[in-house]
């Protein structure tokens, strides 16, 4: 049954041995004589019949002699009968034909070559079997073996083999076409395969991604010589402008974007030109082969790179610098979406052009212009930025929290030491230089992260002086605690990220200065007396936080000796506590 089988090899090499033709169209000598030289000179491999590999004489014969009996029927049902049950047989697949090509190759051979005798039969032997016999035969074989390659080709995890079996599909289908056999569901089934080659694809790209992303080290590319540049602009060339030299000399020179901008930009080229593989040849318009390459695009863009991006923001390793590098990267990344665009059109022009003629590759070109479908990637991408700033808002949070973790007040100081706990001017200076690595952001970022630490700021601050452990607070530790706000508006004042309306900043301290003067100044009756006013002085302060806070000096005022308490201004201060 197979028609690539060595006896294809062995019927070149001997010529003589020729299949008898069926007895009834044989009318002379001079007829068989006339088609054996037609079959001597067309007797090349390449031309083989299947009269030139299978010796057909035992059928014509018992046919002859049935027909001679009158029991002709009696042979065609025998005849249909067994190979049936031979179809059967050549339909079952290989239990390991998944595992490489060949089976593929034997298991479709044996197909082949089942049904072109079929049809040699059906031509050479009338009335043995009948087109529509042959055409409800091969129909309820369609079933079994598109059962069979959907089965096996689902187990499939290698791209490579994925195209070859797609290309033995395109073979077999086309050989069986050329007999007269419907082979239309195995194009629809080579599209349905090709869906899962894309995923084949998509998974291998999770690898490709992840290896980029630990390769770089998120510092601003630098390339020390001529030929480091080259290699980059040639990956990556469309920022060329952005480059800037680190000294006088031409060299060393850094672009903007890290390591995995140019590289993850020709990894989706690369991706790009995979998927392309697979749609050549499927017997689809071009329109629907762009389809394909966009939504696999975009499935890659939106799905695999977006989930690598995320797992890679997230990781509990990354510094604040890193993911202000990665905001940057993602910007450029976002910009190139509309040169990725550009170069799937050419793609697909150039390989329509190589297709068809002149006429028809310009109605394709101006057709692939007017579909041109956006990709996603620069929602995508947005997506993530705003992903990357809010994480990048939260670490500087915790690494804020890491400073307050440092501080200790002495609650029952009696003076203050003069100047501000070391916790907070350390973490002033650790502000003030992080900022400034926030240039190459989007100013918007670097304000809502600079006004997200200062309320942070003073969120930790209040929290201290409400800390359920803190009992009582002295007026000594309230002046030391004012030297640390004084610090802190100190920074407000500074403007660490430019841009900002006046007081923006120095109103996140706002309740904690307004509270503070009112317990140091202990100026209680203004506040009393401007309670619930607009204009009061003293409006941003909590009625219910003031009065825990005077509960706590109240009990610290409890711990002075008898001398003290007897000053008249203590005595003062202590009637209108009460």
């Not at 290989?94 to 039969?121: A, L, R, S, T, W």
């Not at 994925?162 to 599209?191: A, D, H, Q, R, W």
């Not at 629907?288 to 695999?304: F, G, P």
């Not at 309306?501 to 503070?516: I, M, T």
């Amino acid at each position: 049954h197979k028609l690539n089988s060595p006896s294809a090899q062995l019927s070149k090499l001997n010529k003589k041995r020729k299949a008898p033709l069926p007895p009834h169209l044989i009318e002379d000598d001079l007829d068989q004589e006339i088609i054996e030289s037609d079959v001597e000179a067309n007797g090349s491999e390449e031309e083989l019949s299947a009269a030139d590999i299978v010796d057909f004489s035992p059928v014509y014969r018992c046919l002859h002699i049935f027909t001679c009996l009158g029991a002709r029927d009696l042979f065609e049902n025998y005849y249909r009968q067994q190979r049936q049950q031979q179809a059967k047989l050549v339909l079952q697949p290989p239990i390991n034909m998944h595992e490489n090509i060949d089976g593929y190759k034997n298991y479709f051979c044996g197909v082949v070559g089942f049904f072109v005798i079929e049809n040699h039969i059906l031509n050479t032997a009338h009335g043995l079997i009948t087109k529509n016999y042959l055409n409800e035969v091969w129909e309820n074989s369609l079933q079994s073996v598109m059962a069979s390659l959907r089965t096996y080709s689902s187990y499939c995890t290698d791209d490579k083999l994925m195209l070859e079996i797609k290309k033995i599909i395109t073979l077999f289908s086309l050989t069986l076409k050329s007999y007269g056999y419907n082979v239309n569901p195995f194009f629809n089934l080579l599209i349905e395969i090709r869906d899962q080659y894309n995923e084949i694809l998509m998974k291998q790209w999770v690898i490709v991604f992840r290896n980029i992303f630990d390769a770089d080290n998120y510092h601003p590319l630098q390339v020390n010589n001529a030929t480091e540049y080259d290699q980059i602009i040639s990956e990556f060339s469309f920022y060329e402008r952005d480059v800037f030299s680190t000294g006088e000399e031409e060299y060393p020179k850094k672009f903007p974007f890290s390591y995995f901008v140019p590289k993850v930009f020709q990894e989706v080229k690369n991706f790009i030109n995979a998927c392309l593989k697979f749609s050549q040849d499927l017997n689809i318009s071009p329109t629907e082969i762009e389809d394909m390459v966009r939504k696999s695009t975009n499935l890659l863009l939106t799905r695999t790179l977006s989930g690598c991006l995320s797992v890679l923001i997230k990781k509990p390793n990354l510094g604040l610098l890193q993911l202000i590098q990665i905001t940057i990267n993602t910007n450029y990344l976002e910009d190139s979406m509309v040169h990725l665009e550009t170069y799937i059109s050419t793609l697909l022009n150039n390989l329509a052009g190589q297709s068809f003629s002149s006429n028809s590759s310009s109605t394709v070109q101006e057709s692939s212009v007017s579909h041109l479908a956006r990709l996603q990637g620069s929602s995508m991408f947005k997506d993530t930025r705003s992903d990357a700033e809010s994480q990048i808002y939260f670490l500087l949070n915790q690494k804020i929290d890491d400073f307050f973790e440092l501080a200790h007040y002495d609650w029952m100081l009696v003076e203050p030491l003069g100047f501000a706990s070391s916790y907070i001017t350390d973490l002033i200076k650790f502000l003030s230089n992080t900022f400034q690595t926030f240039t190459n952001l989007p100013l918007k970022v670097a304000q809502t992260a600079c006004h997200s630490a200062c309320k942070h700021m003073a969120f930790s601050l209040i929290n201290f002086l409400l800390d359920e452990d803190v009992k009582c607070i002295s007026m000594g530790a309230l002046e030391q605690f004012n030297l640390d706000l004084l610090q802190c508006e100190m920074f407000a004042n500074s403007e660490p990220v430019k841009g900002f309306e006046d007081n923006a900043l120095q109103l996140c301290f706002a309740e904690l200065r307004q509270l503070l003067d009112l317990l140091i100044s202990w100026d209680w009756s203004t506040y009393i007396a401007d309670y619930g006013k607009q204009d009061s002085k003293y409006l941003r302060v909590n009625p219910q936080i003031a009065y825990n806070l005077l509960e706590k000096i109240k009990e610290a005022d409890k711990n002075k000796n008898l001398f003290t308490s007897l000053k008249k201004n203590e005595r003062d201060k202590k009637r209108l506590v009460d």
